[in-house]
């Protein structure tokens, strides 16, 4: 399993983005429209993590890790037959590949096709 995405929901992302820098030696980008304006850093083997804001009043901070998949639609449906809530279907996002949510036991999971 790799993680493709690490995407990090939090009111305050500009903290984040300076622990995270002083931490690990990272840079971060610009809000990135494509990504629900996530500030972005260079994960290593090629992944990114994301840092944004809620993109609505009831999205609850959350991290959340995106696995990559060779085929996200069956990916996908493995989870929901699994027994995975869909939270978000295949979708693409132009320029950075697809993706999808599903909740099991409480905790967001992520799918990433590039």
Known sequence: MKVQYLEIVTPDVDAVCATYARLFGVSFSEP???LGNARTASLPGGGLLGVRAPMHESEAPVVRPYILVDDIDAAFEA????GGEIAHPPMEIPGHGMFAI???????HGLWQI
């Open 32 to 34: 990135e429209a494509g």
């Open 79 to 82: 989870a929901q037959a699994a």
């Open 102 to 108: 599903f909740i099991q036991g409480g905790v967001h």
